[in-house]
């Protein structure tokens, strides 16, 4: 499975932003899908993941309630849409694949895109 992420830019707080992960490959449908972000100098952690057929899902803490993680098979998409955007929320933002089911551990990942830059200015 190959992954590209896309959709990071410059926005003030308090914004939106629509983070986008491409895949390719076979039976997408067979991996679950994390997005991971690492701010400058932090360790990567976890934001969303959803299963391989899109009906489970999980948030961290940190952006529950301000972001919804879907995924289109048909498209070999998954997108992240985060609202209520914060200075905190500013990192490089990684999508991730994973055979069958999600974890929060960016350990247990397979495939990795090459990341998306998000800066959330105050």
């Known amino acids: 499975v190959q992954l590209q992420a896309s959709g990071g830019g410059l926005v003030q707080a308090g914004g939106s932003l629509r983070l986008s992960c491409a895949a390719s490959?076979?039976?997408?449908?067979?991996?679950?899908v994390g997005w991971f972000r690492q701010a400058p100098g932090e360790e990567r952690e976890f934001v969303a993941a959803?299963?391989?057929?899109?009906?489970?899902?999980s948030y961290a803490d940190s952006v529950k309630g301000r972001s919804t993680i879907s995924r289109d098979n048909a498209k070999y998409t998954v997108s992240l849409q985060m609202s209520s955007l914060k200075p905190e929320d500013t990192a490089v933002y990684y999508c991730?694949?994973?055979?069958?089911?999600?974890?929060?551990?960016?350990?247990?990942?397979?495939?990795w895109g090459q990341g998306t830059l998000v800066t959330v200015s105050s």
């Open positions: 490959g076979r039976a997408f449908s067979n991996y679950a």
């Open positions: 959803i299963s391989g057929s899109g009906g489970s899902t």
């Open positions: 991730a694949a994973r055979f069958l089911s999600y974890t929060a551990n960016p350990r247990q990942y397979d495939y």
